[in-house]
């Protein structure tokens, strides 16, 4: 079983979007054990917001999985090993309408 969290029409600048934050809420009651994103970018623009997202989505239990660059906090290997997230400006080009289906 899966969600679908998309804030349609909002910047990954910010983490202060609706289906964002519900998205934390349900990793905090414990809805779900992992968030699977396409690139990490998805999920923020900004480097220091994955890695303080990826904290806390730890300490609620919560996996995070990017499909495309080979980052999985479910393996132990990569738990605290943020140095495999891209540290370049993310691509501009690439909208969710344009990222193929996993």
Known sequence: MYCLF???????????RPKFQLMLEKARTG?????????????SR???DIVNVGKTLRQ????LCSVTEHFDTTK??????????????????MSPRKSPEP
């Open 6 to 16: 998309v804030d349609e029409g909002e910047s990954g600048r910010n983490l202060d």
């Open 31 to 43: 809805c779900f054990d992992a968030i699977v994103v396409w690139t990490l970018d998805r999920l």
């Open 46 to 48: 900004s480097l220091v």
């Open 60 to 63: 609620y239990g919560v996996a």
């Open 76 to 93: 132990v290997a990569e738990l605290f090993d943020f140095r495999s997230i891209r540290c370049h400006p993310p691509d501009r080009n």
